[in-house]
């Protein structure tokens, strides 16, 4: 269920193939872990069907529009890579990111956002209010997403760690325009 991200730059599109999962994260995230049981007329959500968080790389929903897919694989591409200030602004393709490269990249990488954004311009960015699946939180000094119930943000690393990574927890969104793309 893991997937290989390919970057081509020419068309500065992003192509997913499908990979395999260990299996350790086969094991530990059966067919269908995570989501709620809905009648037949439900919709699926990130609150009735949220991501799983296997060894640091977030694995989608079943059910997860296409697009929460990639930008769950373009956000496992660049987990762990190292904070830098500017990182992913002069080019998708960096070493390092800062919250709103990394943010950018993800989005980036379901066709969301064509141009990188700073966390003031992502305040304003896409539909104004909370998604279904994706949630942008951005002001002036950061930015953070929620994508099917996982946090991909730059704080809260542990100790010697920096850099994009996913988290369970969520934090306080106060002092935060909440933002997402329209129809997610």
């Not at 699946?133 to 690393?157: E, K």
């Amino acid at each position: 269920m893991s997937k290989k991200l390919a970057l081509v730059a020419a068309g500065a599109t992003v192509a997913l193939a499908a990979g395999t999962a260990s299996p350790a994260a086969e094991a530990a995230v059966p067919w269908g872990a995570g989501c709620a049981s809905l009648p037949p007329s439900g919709q699926r959500t990130s609150s009735t069907c949220g991501a799983s968080l296997v060894d640091g790389r977030a694995i989608a929903p079943p059910g997860a529009p296409a697009a929460v897919k990639q930008v769950i694989a373009a956000a496992n591409h660049i987990d762990g890579r190292p904070y830098l200030w500017g990182g992913g602004h002069v080019s998708w393709f960096t070493r390092g990111y800062d919250c709103s490269g990394a943010v950018g990249y993800a989005l980036h990488g379901a066709g969301l956002l064509e141009a990188t954004m700073v966390s003031g311009q992502l305040a304003s960015w896409g539909e104004a209010g909370t998604g279904e699946w994706i949630t942008v939180y951005a002001n002036s000094h950061h930015v953070y997403m929620m994508v099917a119930g996982l946090r991909f943000d730059t704080r809260d690393a542990p100790a010697g760690v920096s850099g994009p990574r996913w988290h369970r927890a969520n934090v306080d969104s106060r002092g935060f325009a909440a933002r997402h793309p329209t129809g997610l």
